[in-house]
Each structure stands twice: as C-alpha cells, then as structure tokens.
C-alpha cells in the first residue's frame, strides 16, 4: 500500500486542497532557502488539514510542537527522514535522564506516523514536489516494529491504586482538620481551606477528573426527577469531559447515588455560605480562587497533597486515585457495570475495568456469602472466617 501512495501518478489527483504543496508553496518562484521553505509549507499544511478536522487549538499545538522537536533531533528534513530517526528518538525519550511513559512514547510515535502518512497522501503532492526539487521524498517511517505496542491492560504507575473506605474518610478528616486549624487561627487561608475539603468530597462523589470539576459552573447543577431528595444535586451535567483524538470536548450527565448523598450539604454551604466571599455571584464557576478567578488543576493538586500528607496516606496517591476509588466503591457497592462506565464517561467497559481495584475485604465477603448460600442450601452452618 505504501508503494503504491508513493508513486501515485500526480496527474490522477486533480483538486488542489488549501493543505496541499500546490497550494503553499508559490509557482515559478526561487526560493532563498528552499528546504527550510518546504518544510515549513508541509508543516502549515498539516495545520490546515487538523483544523479542517475539527481538532482542538490545543492539539494541534502540541502535534506541531512534536514535529518541530522531532526535525531537531534528526538534524534533517522529512524526505531524509528514516526509520532509524524513529528508533533512536524513541530510545533517547524513554532512556533519557527523565524518561517518559510507555504511553506517551507511543503517542508521539503515532503523531509522527500521522504527519508522515499526511506527507504520503497524494492529495498533498508532496511526494512528487520534493521529488522534483531535492530528488528524494519522505517515506514511511513508523512502523509495527519500531514502535511500542500495547502488552498490558495498564500501563500506569503501578504503585497508584484507588484508595480504600477508610483511606478515604482519612482523607476527609484531614481536610476537616485543615479547616478547623484554620479557622481557629483566623488566618487568611480558611477560605481556601474550606474550598479544598469541599473540591475534594466533590471530585470523589460523583468520580470526576480534575478538569471536570474545575470547570464545574452553577449551571451545570441539575435536578434528578427520580431523586427529588436530591435537590438541584442530583445531577451533575459534564461538558469538558475527556476528548477523543484532539476532538471536542464530550459530554455527559453523572447522578449522584444515594451512597454518597453526604456531599450534599458540603455543596449546600460551599455556595450559600462560602463561594460569595471569593468573587462576584456573576462569575459562573463552582470553585474560585480568593482573586476570584477559576481555580486551576496544579492548585487543586497541590491541595490534595497537603491533605495526603496531612492525613499520613501514600506518597504515590494523587488527586486522581479519588476517581479510580469512586469506580471501585461503586462496583462494591453493587452497582452494574455499565451503570459505573456511564456515570465515568468511559467510551469501553475495557476502560472501567483497569480502573476497578475491588478489594480484598470486598471479594472476601462475596466468598463468604457465596458459602453461607452453599450451607444454607446443604442445611449446614454458615461458613465463619
């Protein structure tokens, strides 16, 4: 397949796209410095084509960025590129003095696949314009095997888990203490002591990520008509969940379940009582800073590890363990899977099983209750630990 794309006839390609090399690149014109020229139309090109995708600013940025960094470790051009260039910046980003993730080696390897294939497209005629001006053309560099392949259902830091029941009341109580130290003290930073406990109870009961719930705003409260108890919380309306591929931002509704309806009066007096003391009742977020400004995800985790800490936890638990100990407890809890993946926004079941850590205490006590069945049905004496 890739021979063929490589020597496709120019003449069989006859629309000439905004992000093809007929398009960027001036005809009958000299260039000063025509490598340099050519590359940077190939990279506005592959711009134009994102954007014509709908891909988000900030994707394509970043792919962009890769593609400039990844010229600069070679020291060439596209068309001189080589399936070696891949291999060695492969090796020199996992084997460096700070080495990245699996995933993240092989999500820059996928962009740079992305922007060779682009280059490939007949389409785009850059095959034959650096054919015609350099004598060579780019080729296919990213392939099955100098690349890295998915071997495991999780690739994580294995020491990150969810954190137990009691962990978690743990983490609560140290909140708590927080705020009453401060309080206590009369020093500036109750408020923001207040926030911290209330943002983390929030995260943990309805299992968001951390941009979900900085981005929360009163309007995104809703009510559930089959939990009228609830109030205006029954519900929470998600519109920057985690996107796919660079698109926009996905959406969904999280029901608060009656296991954690205790957040309910956290909430009810982080907006009555504490909200309006950090900025204009105009301003649409939940969480503001005391200048009155959306909070950010390094203040929120900076305030989870002061709590962590506070509360003697693992030095390896993040902000985002609270969302792998919402889907656990869930499951736990006894609630369906799918029921779990929805409220998650996860696209794959795949995806809710790498993060349900059940616990031991909890498959122990299916055990014992699937033999105390056993004997009740043989007319024994249930099954003791």
Request: hydrophobic content about 40%; proline content about 5%; charged content about 25%.
């Given at each position: ?32 410095d025509p490598e340099r020229a050519v590359f940077d139309a190939m990279v506005e090109g592959w711009r134009r084509q994102m954007l014509s995708r709908g891909l988000k600013a900030s994707t394509i940025k970043s792919r962009l960025d890769l593609i400039g960094r990844f010229a600069t470790f070679t020291n060439e051009y596209p068309w001189a590129w080589t399936p070696e260039d891949v291999e060695g910046f492969s ?295």
């Open positions: 397949m890739w021979h063929l794309i490589q020597h496709a006839p120019e003449g069989l390609v006859e629309d000439v796209t905004a992000a093809s090399a007929a398009a960027l690149l001036p005809g009958g014109v000299g260039l000063l090796s020199d980003l996992l084997g460096g003095a700070k080495p990245c993730s699996l995933s993240t080696a092989r999500n820059y390897q996928n962009e740079i696949r992305l922007f060779t294939e682009y280059l490939l497209d007949p389409r785009y005629r850059w095959v034959g314009e650096c054919q015609r001006r350099f004598g060579r053309s780019p080729q296919p560099i990213v392939h099955e095997w100098n690349t890295i392949g998915h071997v495991g259902d999780y690739e994580g830091d294995p020491a990150r888990r969810a954190l137990t029941v009691d962990e978690v009341q743990d983490l609560f109580d140290a909140a708590d203490d927080l705020v009453a130290a401060a309080v206590a003290s009369k020093r500036k930073g109750r408020l923001a002591a207040m926030r911290t406990a209330a943002v983390l109870k929030t995260t943990y009961a309805f299992g968001l990520r951390r941009n979900e719930c900085r981005m929360l705003d009163r309007a995104d409260m809703r009510r559930n008509p089959k939990a009228p108890a609830f109030g205006d919380l029954g519900a929470l309306q998600v519109r920057y969940g985690k996107s796919s591929r660079g698109s926009a931002a996905k959406r969904r509704t999280v029901l608060l379940v009656p296991e954690m309806d205790w957040v309910l009066p956290v909430m009810d007096y982080w907006l009555a009582e504490v909200r309006p003391k950090l900025g204009p009742m105009k301003h649409p977020a939940v969480w503001l800073t005391e200048r009155g400004t959306r909070i950010s995800v390094r203040l929120m985790d900076e305030a989870f590890d002061e709590v962590s800490d506070h509360a003697g936890l693992p030095s390896e638990l993040t902000l985002h363990s609270l969302r792998h100990s919402y889907v656990t407890h869930l499951l736990e809890f006894g609630y369906p899977e799918l029921f779990v993946q929805k409220q998650v926004g996860h696209s794959y079941a795949a995806t809710t099983a790498i993060y349900a850590h059940v616990s031991d205490e909890y498959r122990t006590r299916l055990m014992q209750d699937s033999l105390d069945r056993q004997m009740a049905e043989r007319g024994m004496e249930g099954w003791t630990s």
